[in-house]
């Protein structure tokens, strides 16, 4: 069993910036890629960022230049880091594993946290 904890969400200001956190376990980092997604009221699920062992991460083109994936091999945590946060960045953020190559696909992604509210409002 596959388990995923977000921490990190909360309120910024548009410009500012906050960091997500995905905990896994060690085999979901050595063999799964590991990807981040927000849902945004009335909007579907959509892809934000995704990295895979030893490979350059993926980004969405609406996040890319102010968001960073990163992995944390001592944690075994996956971070999103958010700046230059806008109110359209506002949604429900999640990460998903389960696959071993990122892809934008949503279904294929068998493992999902809980969820974390990022709210981006002055």
């Known amino acids: 069993q596959v388990q995923l904890v977000e921490s990190g969400g909360g309120l910024a200001q548009p410009g500012g910036s906050l960091r997500l956190s995905c905990a896994v376990d060690?085999?979901?980092?050595?063999?799964?890629?590991v990807g981040w997604f927000r849902e945004a009221p009335g909007k579907e699920r959509e892809g934000v960022a995704c990295i895979e062992k030893d490979k350059i991460p993926e980004y969405s083109d609406s996040v890319k230049g102010r968001f960073t994936i990163s992995r944390d091999n001592v944690e075994n945590t996956v971070h999103l880091q958010m700046n230059s946060l806008k109110p359209e960045d506002t949604a429900v953020y999640y990460c998903?594993?389960?696959?071993?190559?990122?892809?934008?696909?949503?279904?294929?992604?068998?493992?999902w946290g809980q969820g974390v509210q990022v709210t981006v409002s002055s």
């Open positions: 060690r085999r979901t980092l050595d063999y799964y890629a």
């Open positions: 998903g594993t389960g696959i071993v190559r990122c892809t934008p696909t949503l279904d294929v992604y068998g493992y």
